[in-house]
């Protein structure tokens, strides 16, 4: 075993085995927690040494630049909607595996990973880990979701998560003792690691303890129509999904191994996750984390979030706060007692544009998929005076793709088609077959209607809107018209996947400061949600039992890239792959990009220590705030 400074992506490739490990010894001089005394007091709680996994996770606090601290505290939390409580799961960000700040991949609810050649995978869980319920942590909740969700009839019909399946097999599970287990694969998964530490993960475990009594196969028949009739449900299967969410945390009974578990049924206006007795990782000293007793989530309209962030009604807040709320904040800063960094958003365009390559707008569909016709939409944005106007020079141009912080960038893919070139954008438009125009100088499409564009939004931000209002300037001027249709959010993308649209806005990649063994899926059509070719990402996702397959040579390429990603054993090859994904990608302008390393604003009460005052927030890989672990944050008395 080796100690827990070692790194996945440093030694993934290597034939002999590997080993994972997060390893402490608990030290005399651990503290005790006031918020447990009571309990403790009363015998309904055992002491700290007890509550905890025989070899805890011990942060490393000098590494990662924090200071120990004391317990106590409520943070308090502000968010728009009910659904917004999953943002704390990725806050909380504790995984099987998951980044450190540095962005390495460290076993972290594992005491530690074993990998043999990249395809075998075993996984030991810590000796005496508990749910939030003081249950056992073990091999059966693995089981409990292999067997029971994943292989039962009615469960699984979904079919194996597709991190789990290579070359159309899914793996091969083993429970090799009470403690550890087993996935292999006849081919190297990549994948699967990453998978674990998302900021939305792939969840292999359930609380199996917790999880039976609505399981067909464990409860009484009888009982189990109680418990569904209790909650107005149409059978076991609803009451059995809606009782597991693991990133919605809206069932208050779920057991959890977060380092707080929420308290109050949803829906509601007010949310407490109060501090999880048995989470498994301790400061230097030995002492549990966390050291916050309870987070506070208060639920209000999302318009009025900055307004009540200014005057000092949140302790941490970035969700809902836009860098155009930065200078308003600023000033109430001194007398509401907080402070304003700015960190990087880490996307890899904060504003990008989407042509759909399945629009099934006949006017719109041969256009949308000739590179010729993306290429000289991308030409026609005046990029610095986006950046200047509505970023005051902050930001950087760039299209869609890794920003200087990866590995991966190169100048090439950032500014492929980005420079502001009207007159290329004009000759290219011409060759396309949009030579002719109107008396207002619209192009006109083949069947003589006026080249307008349609770009729909999910209307959540004026900077968007902002940033659009430019862009229409900019292609005007190279005889385009743009309208933009803003939608609720499931509407925007049910029409993108339909087909209906023919260009959408969104951010750009959710994570541009990737490394060679995250997974380079948002360069090929590997998903749904994909807004850019959606129809292609649902075949992919599906095995070809929806969407539609692809058609261009280009887009096909990706998606054999991706498949030698895949199949990669070393880390050259991934990083090779990586290259020539980013490389086809920036040249055919699958996306355009607009801006990047834009800033947002994290408003931080000045009492709370231990957050960085320079971070990445994006949803990867940092879990916005989880990669620099909630857990470790404390409140100066």
Known sequence: MINQSFTVSSKLAMIAPVLIASVCNLPANAASIPFFEKQIADGKLAAMDERLPKVPYKVDFKSEGKILGKYGGALRMLMGKNKDIGQITVYEYARLIGYDSKLNLRADIL????????????????????????????????????????????????????????????????????????????????????????????YIYRPAHYMKQFHEKYQDPGKLKELVAARNLKNWRSLHTKSQRQRRPENPDLPTLQPWRNTIKSPAQRYVFERNPYFHRVDDNGSQLPYIDKLVVDIVSKSVIPAKTGTGESDLQARYLRFDNFTFLKEAE?????????????????????????????????????????????????RDEINEAIYFGLATPSANTVMPQSPLFKEEYKNAWTSFDPDQAN??????????????????LPDGSRAEITVESA????????????????????????????????????????????????FGFNNAIATSEMSPEQLAPTSAPQLQWPKWGQYYETNGKAGEPPQLPEVLGQIEKYK?????????????????????????????????????????????RNLPEDGIFSWEPTAYFGIYRPDTFWFEK
Request: hydrophobic fraction near 40%; charged fraction near 30%; avoid cysteine.
């Open 111 to 202: 005491e530690s990973v074993e990998v043999e050649r990249g395809r075998v995978f075993t996984l030991k869980i810590r000796k005496g880990h508990k749910w939030s319920d003081g249950h056992l942590f073990t091999t059966e909740d693995f089981r409990y979701y292999w067997e029971d969700m994943i292989g039962h009839k009615e469960l699984g019909r979904a079919g194996t998560p597709i991190d789990l399946v290579v070359d159309g097999e899914g793996p091969k599970f083993e429970i090799v003792d009470k403690l550890t287990v087993r996935f292999s694969w006849a081919k190297p998964n990549p994948a699967f690691l990453p998978a674990l530490a998302r900021s939305s993960p792939l």
């Open 334 to 382: 001194e007398k509401q007692g907080y402070k304003v960094h700015l960190w990087s958003t880490g996307k890899g365009s904060q504003i990008a544009l989407f042509p759909n390559l399945n629009t099934q707008d006949p006017n719109w569909s041969g256009l949308m998929r000739d590179v010729r016709f993306r290429r000289a939409l991308s030409l026609g944005i005046n």
């Open 427 to 444: 000759l290219l438009l011409d060759e396309v077959g949009l030579g002719a125009r109107d008396e207002d100088g619209i192009r006109l």
């Open 459 to 506: 209307g959540e931000s004026t900077e968007e809107t902002d940033v659009l209002e430019l862009i229409a300037d900019h292609w005007a001027k190279i005889g385009i018209k743009i309208f933009v249709r803003a939608s609720q959010r499931d509407m925007f993308r049910r029409r993108a996947r339909s087909g209906e649209t023919q260009m959408s806005v969104f």
């Open 564 to 608: 030698v990603w895949l199949a990669a054993e070393s880390a050259e090859e991934r990083t090779a792959v990586w290259h020539e994904m980013l490389k086809t990608y920036a040249d055919q302008v699958f996306s355009i990009g607009t801006v990047n390393n834009t800033r947002q604003p994290i408003v931080v009460s000045k009492k709370l």
